[in-house]
């Protein structure tokens, strides 16, 4: 299975953009799904996570700015970012958890990334 994150771009201070996430096959239990961010010169970070009950957690810098979503069938997931700030620039990388057959163990997947760039 792979994920193709999308939505990324340029956008001025303050403004708004949504990431999309989808995996390319169904998965039978998606336990974890995240969207992680690695600036220029900076460690990959955690941005927002959402658990297979619903619980969501957010990184302090993004709190009340990013809401993280995904639809019913969980077979894409959402990143809606308002009040976007310079230090928001960074590629953004999505990430889910689970196990794609009865059979299978849990996997750990990442996208391929998407470069979102704030402008001062």
């Known amino acids: 299975v792979q994920l193709q994150a999308s939505g990324g771009g340029l956008v001025q201070t303050g403004g708004s953009l949504r990431l999309s996430c989808a995996a390319s096959?169904?998965?039978?239990?998606?336990?974890?799904m995240g969207w992680y961010r690695r600036a220029p010169g900076l460690q990959r970070e955690m941005v927002a996570t959402l658990t297979s009950t619903g619980s969501t957690n957010y990184a302090d810098s993004v709190k009340g700015r990013f809401t993280i979503s995904a639809d019913s069938a969980r077979e894409t997931m959402y990143l809606q970012m308002n009040y976007l700030k310079p230090e928001d620039t960074a590629v953004y990388y999505c990430?889910?958890?689970?196990?794609?057959?009865?059979?299978?163990?849990?996997?750990?997947?990442w996208g391929r990334g998407t470069q979102v760039t704030v402008s001062s």
């Open positions: 096959e169904r998965f039978h239990r998606i336990d974890h």
């Open positions: 990430n889910i958890i689970g196990v794609q057959s009865v059979t299978a163990g849990t996997r750990s997947i």
